[in-house]
């Protein structure tokens, strides 16, 4: 299938959509096109569920198509849903503690279901069970914008800020990287 986040920023679009591979049907579809336009006024909203978004960034899937969803910009959440798309759980809060995030901007699974996730304001990746069971935090990544684990079990890390691709053992090591501002 074809996802698509249609996160829509400040135009109040906040979806998830998904569609057949040729792109011709839609499947699914999760959010609201109407929505807060400002940071401010999504976090004064009392009425968050599992398919009201904040400013979603991305998705990633489980071996047996469950998928995360991290809800973040404006919410400080990871949302997990069954390979239907029900709702079965979410974990965080705004915040700097661990399970706690500021701007969540990067989500992937390794082939033991541990979460990496991407946490952008405080600068940290954090990694946890598949069902929101914090194992660790990986502090001092400048801005992790984006997470990817290969074929090999390196941990890739996007530094919007540094402007560098991060290569990370599963340990945390860093082991390289490239580019510059």
Same mark, same amino acid.
């Given at each position: 299938h074809v996802w698509v986040i249609d996160s829509g920023g ?7 959509? +998904? ?17 807060? +336009? ?19 960034? +991305? ?11 991290a809800d973040g910009y404006w919410n400080s959440r990871i949302? +997990?849903?069954n390979a239907e798309g029900e709702y079965v759980m979410e ?91």
């Open positions: 400040a135009n109040g679009h906040h979806q998830i959509l +998904k569609f057949s591979n040729d792109g011709s049907e839609l499947v699914m579809q999760f959010g609201e096109r109407d929505h807060p +336009k400002t940071r401010e006024a999504a976090r004064a909203r009392s009425d968050w569920g599992p398919h009201t978004y904040g400013w979603p960034s +991305k998705l990633a899937f489980l071996p047996d198509g469950s998928f995360l969803l949302i +997990k849903y974990w965080g809060e705004l915040g700097s503690g661990p399970g706690q995030f500021d701007l969540v901007h990067g989500v992937a699974v390794d082939r033991d279901h541990r979460v990496y996730v991407g946490d952008r304001s405080n600068n940290r990746i954090q990694i946890f069970t598949e069902n929101g069971e914090f194992i660790e935090e990986w502090p001092n990544i400048s801005d992790p914008v984006g997470i990817f684990i290969d074929e090999n079990d390196w941990v890739w890390a996007i530094s919007g800020t540094l402007n560098r691709i991060l290569q990370y053992s599963r340990d945390g090591e860093l082991q390289y990287y490239w580019g510059a501002f």
